[in-house]
């Protein structure tokens, strides 16, 4: 694909608010990381404008919004998925200048899964059955009881930066097909898909106010003032473990339904009878696909003794092999997301040396020249020799790097690979079917591929367990989420 420009070259990235794009008196720059320029300016949404977009939305649910058929809102879902379709190209350049990812990843995963999101919830709420009961009554004559399912209300929707369009419609389709209404903040690392997805609400007609877009950052600013609103029904948040936190505190007085989908540190396990050529590619991809920053990426790879030595040599050959560099110029992976994650990167590099590991590929900074030279690119890097406690075997790292360990025996790969605070997802790698249930059931995330990694059908449950998150989405899961059931008994 040729290189598509930025969309939003030389001009402030507004918010939306009130069916209005709106700009501010103070701004932030958009970074690409590629080259560690910056390409843009984003309108940082005050505490006024946050106010502005929370009444915006409040008032909104009383609008025609409201008054809308459920085959209306689906319509106007299957509408934004079209639309975004038809923008595709923009819609990948921008992702690509917020995140530096590659063109693969943006134009296969990131931008079709935007669209699928809203159209794969107006299917399912369309197709959503609510419980009815018929009740006995002491005088015989019985009743029926039924519900219905009635929207939360507001709700503020803030996102990370690893798969910024994907992660942000996960939410927005399935809030509002239920018919809430929205006020986001996606991550001031990557405003810009957020920014054209306003511009598709604004063009397929939704009612003013039923989506609203707020740009800034987080503590001490827009998010903390957004999640901490009153006017607020409901907060669904995906990003670090440690920002959830501090959101649950704030959330507490006003009692919130919070939906949380947080941090991971996830083991791949591969048994000795796995087709070894498929457990090396989709490990491959488990460990480096967006450079690392995916939540369900395999930061610890225990394999069975025997394939060890052969596994180890062939991931690290094949991570020395892929091309690191710009995503418009076939690499096949891009920088981090930004300097400051760089360093923290790096910083785990340094630690994994100090910790007394092997470093099997990698470990440092790639030499890169001309224009990409100042990008916040780093290696992809295999460590082997660290014990289970080592701090990189331990901590969520968020960058293209996994330790290698051997293992011997079933029960303890699963003791290890669950001795974690977190609980996301689980890869297995067997040919033998038994064991592959064995082992998937005893795995302590809310997640488990076998043979395969992020392979992935938007109506099955999806979350994590322990630090990992709170809540499932996905499916009926996401639709139970973001409405109330109300029951409604009838003594007949
Ligand atoms: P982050 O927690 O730093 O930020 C996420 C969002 O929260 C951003 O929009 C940020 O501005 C906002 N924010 C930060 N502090 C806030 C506060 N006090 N109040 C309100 N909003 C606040 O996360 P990140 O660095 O953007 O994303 C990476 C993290 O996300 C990793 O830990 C990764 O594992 C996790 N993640 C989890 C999933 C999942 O599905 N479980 C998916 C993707 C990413």
Redesign the pocket.
Known sequence: MPKTPYPFAGRTLPNYIDGAFVGSETSFPVVDPVTGQAIGNVALADKAAVDAAVSAAKRALKGPWARMTLAARTTMLVAIADAIEARFDEFVAAEIADTGKSLLQATTIDIPRGAANFRSFAALAQARAMTSFQSDTPDGRGAINYSIARPLGVVAV??????PLL?LTWKVAPALACGNTIVA?????TPSTATLLAEVMDQVGLPAGVFNLVH?????????W???HPDIDAIT????????S??MR?AADGVKPLSF????KNAAIVFADADFDAAIAGTMRSVFSNCG????CSERVYVERPIYDRFVAELAARANALKVGDPFDGADMGPL?SAQ?RDKVLGYYRLAVEEGATIVAGGGVPALDGDIANGFFVEPTILTGLPETARCVRE?I?GPICHIAPFDDEDAVVEMANDSRYG?AAAIWTRDVGRAHRVAARMETGVVWVNDWFLRDLRTP???VKL??IGR?GGEHSLAFYSEPMNICIKL
């Open positions: 803030v996102s990370p930066w690893n798969l992660l903040k996606p991550s001031e690392e800034g950052f987080g503590g001490g600013s827009t998010g903390e957004l999640v901490g948040f995906t990003g670090e473990s440690a920002t959830g501090t959101i704030g989908e947080l941090g991971g920053q995916v939540c369900l997301i994650h969520e968020f996301l999806f979350g994590g990992s998150g989405e």
